[in-house]
């Protein structure tokens, strides 16, 4: 199989389909399955991951229990469950009643909470009615969302936020990432006016694997600019302007994620240029933070900033690449740096200016 | 009427020195009644202990009519087996990677117990762990299956528990396209 069949991903658009997250809702305590809907980062090999932040939808209660299964139905349902999600996509093959087994939300929740139990897997995905997708996206991670829903509530959906940020990469193919990530249970909260109940707002911090809850969740980053790890810390940019209209407008400015000790985070000052949508990526620039800008109008250039103290958000310009004298076809409007691990810097692709190294450039410069 | 001991049944007789009688009486679906003691029956089921907590316990013999007496005696076995055995660390560790089997794997005697059973009688067996909420035992025959499961194809599988294949063609491949993601080759 190519990888442009990665579900999910579409290798064309270099877009992440919604799917289907398979979470808990805790209703008194005890926790219901539902459905919600989330845009799922998936790593294909070829592809930048990218975080998002999307809306959930939790579909009703979920969860409702079927009409009354055969004993040997019930014998299968305790079988299957077990099994690792995988394996119970493709023994949708047996027989319909195998299938249609597999399709109930009882099943998906029992799957979920034995998997949740045995520290197995991750978020169950269920697509089209399909369990599946533990291998995918994040395996680690396990999301319970606990939106208390108000008793009787005729809200067919509440909503949340979840932020979700690795740094890892997953192998989408293989999926067996060893390390796995407990994700705290979070608590119900007070129910809000607005209706919103409760979030995920979860990252990983790396060196222990844990996932901190963050309140207030951090601005979602922005969806095009992917983020970049330096030493320890994540930094990505948020837009400033959280207007709907706007969502694609470049940002102004770099939040920092210390994520080894604390939770917390900072609104850094992106270098000049960057509040008029000009920042087109962040990266890691001789062992800073780096910034690619566009030039001002009427310069085919992008301008490499570093980042010098975090103290104090001060920029200086490293590099002014004039990308119409490597090859016409990288205007400024077309190109945009991304980080690449075999490149430790941008300039060094810059200078090995071989063929070898253009190809690589090539990579690193896509379209926008 | 046949009354089944189980071998432990004695030691633990005793062990469990209390007023009251320490075994439950337990009444299969065709009539049978069989013995087990108290305390392995409310560890190991949680229907159990909730009757025996309830007090809805039968001296006569607790009824269990959704049980046939192959499977109970299975079951009485399994708890007088269980009550010998040493208790292990139960708890299932949270080190288990992600891809392999999210079960606590059985132990040597767990898996004589299922190793000899029919497929019919480790069906019922699985029914009545469910019915009675007997987890572990849940576990271990329900990995007795999956083991049986490994590796096979979804025809084989149909083959090994004779299970008809009810598909057309034409929603097999739709199905297999749906689950793209599932038929990768690793």
């Not at chain 1, 997708?133 to 395996?139: L, Y």
Request: charged share 25%; glycine share 6%.
């Amino acid at each position: 199989m190519s990888k442009a069949h990665v579900p999910g991903y579409s290798a064309a658009t270099r877009e992440h389909k919604l799917a289907r997250l398979f979470c808990f809702v805790c209703d008194g305590g005890v926790p219901v399955a539902t459905r919600c809907e989330v845009l799922v980062l998936l790593l294909d090999p070829s592809a930048h991951w990218r975080p998002s932040v999307q809306r959930l939808r939790i579909q009703g209660e979920g969860g409702r229990l079927p009409q009354r299964a055969s004993p040997l139905a019930m014998a299968w349902s305790e079988v299957l469950r077990r099994l690792p999600a995988r394996s119970i996509a493709r023994l949708n093959l047996v027989c319909r009643d195998w299938h249609a087994l597999i399709s109930t939300d009882r099943f998906l929740r029992s799957h979920a909470v034995h998997a949740e139990l045995n520290g197995a897997s991750a978020i169950m995905f269920a697509d089209c009615n399909y369990i599946g997708h533990a291998t995918i996206g994040f395996p680690w991670i396990r999301v319970r969302l606990l939106p208390a829903l108000p008793c009787g509530a005729t809200q067919a959906y509440a909503t949340t936020y979840a932020t979700l940020l690795a740094r890892r990469r997953v192998r989408v193919r293989h999926g067996h990432e060893q390390a796995q990530a407990r994700l705290p249970l979070l608590q119900p909260q007070e129910p809000r006016d607005t209706g919103v109940q409760a979030g995920v707002r979860l990252v990983q911090n790396i060196r222990d694997g844990a996932w901190c809850l963050v309140d207030p969740p951090p601005p979602g980053p922005v969806a095009n600019v992917p983020p970049v790890d330096i030493d320890g810390k994540l930094f990505w940019t948020v837009d400033m302007m959280p207007s709907s209209d706007h969502q694609d407008r470049q940002t102004p400015a770099t939040r920092s994620w210390p994520w080894i000790h604390t939770c917390d985070f900072d609104v850094l000052k992106g270098p000049p240029g960057s509040c008029d949508g000009r920042l087109v990526s962040v990266l890691r620039l001789r062992g800073a933070l780096g910034a690619a800008v566009h030039a001002r109008q009427g310069f085919n250039t992008l301008e490499m900033w570093a980042m010098r103290g975090y103290g104090d958000g001060s920029w200086c310009m490293e590099y002014s690449v004039d990308l119409g004298k490597h090859s016409p076809e990288y205007s400024r409007h077309t190109t945009v740096p991304l980080k690449k691990k075999t490149l430790t810097s941008f300039d060094q692709c810059m200078y090995e200016h071989t063929r070898k190294v253009l190809t690589s450039l090539q990579w690193e410069l896509r379209c926008i | 009427m046949e009354v089944d001991k189980g071998k432990g049944e004695a030691e633990e007789t005793r062990k469990v020195a209390e007023a009251d009688r320490d075994t439950v009486t337990l009444k299969s679906s065709d009539g049978k009644l069989f013995e087990v003691s108290k305390e392995a029956a409310a560890r190991l089921s949680t229907v159990l202990a909730g009757m025996i907590a309830g007090g809805s316990i039968d001296d006569n013999g607790t009824d269990l009519k959704q049980i046939g007496s192959e499977a109970l005696e299975n079951v009485v076995d399994y708890c007088n087996k269980h009550a010998n055995s040493i208790p292990s660390a139960a708890l299932i560790s949270s080190s288990i990677s992600f891809n392999t089997a999210p079960f606590k794997e059985p132990e040597e005697w767990e898996r004589k117990f299922v190793d000899r059973l029919s497929h019919d009688a480790l069906f019922d067996l699985v029914e009545a762990a469910n019915f009675l909420g007997m987890e572990r035992l849940l576990d271990v025959t329900c990995h007795k299956i999956s083991e049986m499961m490994k590796g096979k194809s979804p025809d084989q599988i149909r083959e090994v528990f004779n299970i008809k294949n009810d598909y057309t063609k034409e929603e097999l491949e739709e199905i297999r396209q749906e689950l793209a993601w599932a038929f990768y080759d690793d």
